[in-house]
C-alpha cells in the first residue's frame, strides 16, 4: 500500500473523540468544543489590534449595474498589526440612519479575488459564473452586502492565477496557527468594525456569513467560533473530513492539525446552532460529496432539535456541481428569518 492510501484509510477509520454523542445536553457541549475548536485554529495566537478604520472610497453605481441604486463603499482596516483586510461594501441608495438593515459577509471561494462577489471581472479570460455575485444577490434581497477579500486572495495575496495559499499555510503551522483561522479572526474583526463605523446602518444582531467553497469552509467555522453571527450558509464546503478533504487533493489552506482527534464536520455545523444555518450542496460535487454532506446535516439537524430550533437548519441541494445556488440558499434563510 503506498503511503498516501494508508494514511486515507487511517483518516477514514479514525473517531473523533469530542463529537457530539446525541445525549450530551448541546449547549454544555458546545462550551467545551468550541474552545477547543478555537485552540485547533491557534485563534490563541492572533494578534488583536486598533482597527485603524479607512475608507478609499464612497460612490454612487448607476441602476444599470445592479438592477437597482446602489452606494459602494471600499474600505479596509487593520485585522493584525501589519495586515490591513479589504472590503467591499454595498448598500441600498437611499438609505437612512432609521432604516438599518441585516447584513452578509461574503466569501469567494478559490478564485481571483472578491471582485467576483461584485460580479466583476478582472483579469482576461474570468467569467462570473456558478451565482458566485454573492454581494449582487444580497442587497437585492435587502441586505448590505460586504465582500470581504480572504488572506491570500485576489489583492491580499493572491495573482492573476489565483490564491497564493500553500506557503503561507504552512508557515501558519510552524507558528501554531493556521490559514482558516487567520480567515475567521479577519471576519470577527470585520463583524467589529461593522458594528461600530457603520453603526448608522447595520443591524448588528442581524449579520450573516456566507460564502462558497473555499469562503464556505470559512463561513463554517466563522459561524461555529463567532456567536455574534446571527447565522451561516457555507456551499459546497460541508461533508466529512475523510470523504473530502481527507480523500483527495485539496489546497493547503483547508488543513488544521489534530482536528480529525477531535470533531468532524458535523460538530462544526453543531456549534452554529441554534442559530440559522443553510448548508448548500451540489448533487454532483465531486470534491465535497453529498452522501458526506447529508451525513454531517443530518447529526447536526438531531441537536437542532434537541436546542427547540428544527426549522433553522436546512439543506439546499443544487442539481449541479461545485458552485452556489442562490435561489435555494437565499428562500432558505429567508424562511428562518422571517425577511
Given at each position: 500500500?503506498?503511503?498516501?492510501?494508508?494514511?486515507?484509510?487511517?483518516?477514514?477509520?479514525?473517531?473523533?473523540?469530542?463529537?457530539?454523542?446525541?445525549?450530551?445536553?448541546?449547549?454544555?457541549?458546545?462550551?467545551?468544543?468550541?474552545?477547543?475548536?478555537?485552540?485547533?485554529?491557534?485563534?490563541?495566537?492572533?494578534?488583536?489590534?486598533?482597527?485603524?478604520?479607512?475608507?478609499?472610497?464612497?460612490?454612487?453605481l448607476p441602476e444599470s449595474e445592479y438592477g437597482i441604486g446602489v452606494r459602494e463603499i471600499r474600505?479596509?482596516?487593520?485585522?493584525?498589526?501589519?495586515?490591513?483586510?479589504?472590503?467591499?461594501?454595498?448598500?441600498?441608495?437611499?438609505?437612512?440612519?432609521?432604516?438599518?438593515?441585516?447584513?452578509?459577509?461574503?466569501?469567494?471561494?478559490?478564485?481571483?479575488?472578491?471582485?467576483?462577489?461584485?460580479?466583476?471581472?478582472?483579469?482576461?479570460?474570468?467569467?462570473?459564473?456558478?451565482?458566485?455575485?454573492?454581494?449582487?444577490?444580497?442587497?437585492?434581497?435587502?441586505?448590505?452586502?460586504?465582500?470581504?477579500?480572504?488572506?491570500?486572495?485576489?489583492?491580499?495575496?493572491?495573482?492573476?492565477?489565483?490564491?497564493?495559499?500553500?506557503?503561507?499555510?504552512?508557515?501558519?503551522?510552524?507558528?501554531?496557527?493556521?490559514?482558516?483561522?487567520?480567515?475567521?479572526?479577519?471576519?470577527?474583526?470585520?463583524?467589529?468594525?461593522?458594528?461600530?463605523?457603520?453603526?448608522?446602518?447595520?443591524?448588528?444582531?442581524?449579520?450573516?456569513?456566507?460564502?462558497?467553497?473555499?469562503?464556505?469552509?470559512?463561513?463554517?467555522?466563522?459561524?461555529?467560533?463567532?456567536?455574534?453571527?446571527?447565522?451561516?450558509?457555507?456551499?459546497?464546503?460541508?461533508?466529512?473530513?475523510?470523504?473530502?478533504?481527507?480523500?483527495?487533493?485539496?489546497?493547503?489552506?483547508?488543513?488544521?492539525?489534530?482536528?480529525?482527534?477531535?470533531?468532524?464536520?458535523?460538530?462544526?455545523?453543531?456549534?452554529?446552532?441554534?442559530?440559522?444555518?443553510?448548508?448548500?450542496?451540489?448533487?454532483?460535487?465531486?470534491?465535497?460529496?453529498?452522501?458526506?454532506?447529508?451525513?454531517?446535516?443530518?447529526?447536526?439537524?438531531?441537536?437542532?432539535?434537541?436546542?427547540?430550533?428544527?426549522?433553522?437548519?436546512?439543506?439546499?441541494?443544487?442539481?449541479?456541481?461545485?458552485?452556489?445556488?442562490?435561489?435555494?440558499?437565499?428562500?432558505?434563510?429567508?424562511?428562518?428569518?422571517?425577511?
Amino acid at each position: 500500500m503506498l503511503p498516501y492510501d494508508y494514511i486515507k484509510a487511517f483518516a477514514a477509520n479514525m473517531q473523533p473523540n469530542m463529537s457530539w454523542n446525541g445525549a450530551q445536553p448541546v449547549a454544555d457541549w458546545q462550551a467545551k468544543a468550541r474552545g477547543k475548536l478555537f485552540e485547533l485554529l491557534g485563534l490563541d495566537y492572533m494578534v488583536s489590534t486598533e482597527p485603524k478604520f479607512e475608507i478609499e472610497y464612497d460612490r454612487n453605481l448607476p441602476e444599470s449595474e445592479y438592477g437597482i441604486g446602489v452606494r459602494e463603499i471600499r474600505f479596509s482596516f487593520e485585522s493584525e498589526p501589519g495586515y490591513r483586510a479589504l472590503c467591499h461594501m454595498l448598500l441600498p441608495l437611499g438609505l437612512s440612519s432609521e432604516d438599518k438593515l441585516p447584513a452578509v459577509i461574503c466569501l469567494q471561494g478559490h478564485s481571483k479575488g472578491m471582485h467576483i462577489s461584485l460580479g466583476r471581472t478582472r483579469f482576461a479570460g474570468e467569467s462570473v459564473t456558478g451565482d458566485r455575485d454573492f454581494c449582487v444577490r444580497a442587497v437585492r434581497e435587502g441586505f448590505i452586502a460586504v465582500a470581504l477579500e480572504q488572506r491570500d486572495f485576489g489583492e491580499c495575496g493572491g495573482n492573476e492565477n489565483g490564491p497564493q495559499c500553500l506557503d503561507e499555510s504552512l508557515v501558519n503551522l510552524l507558528c501554531g496557527r493556521t490559514t482558516i483561522g487567520e480567515r475567521v479572526w479577519d471576519v470577527m474583526r470585520l463583524y467589529d468594525v461593522l458594528s461600530v463605523e457603520f453603526a448608522d446602518y447595520v443591524d448588528s444582531d442581524a449579520i450573516y456569513v456566507l460564502g462558497n467553497s473555499g469562503g464556505g469552509t470559512c463561513s463554517v467555522y466563522a459561524g461555529a467560533i463567532d456567536t455574534r453571527l446571527a447565522g451561516s450558509v457555507p456551499s459546497c464546503a460541508v461533508s466529512t473530513f475523510a470523504g473530502s478533504i481527507g480523500a483527495m487533493r485539496h489546497c493547503a489552506c483547508n488543513y488544521i492539525p489534530g482536528i480529525l482527534k477531535y470533531f468532524d464536520m458535523s460538530d462544526l455545523l453543531i456549534l452554529v446552532a441554534p442559530r440559522p444555518l443553510v448548508v448548500v450542496s451540489g448533487r454532483d460535487d465531486d470534491i465535497f460529496p453529498l452522501d458526506g454532506a447529508r451525513q454531517m446535516t443530518a447529526t447536526a439537524s438531531r441537536a437542532y432539535e434537541a436546542l427547540g430550533a428544527p426549522d433553522n437548519i436546512a439543506h439546499v441541494i443544487g442539481e449541479g456541481g461545485h458552485r452556489f445556488y442562490a435561489d435555494g440558499a437565499w428562500a432558505a434563510l429567508r424562511r428562518m428569518t422571517g425577511r
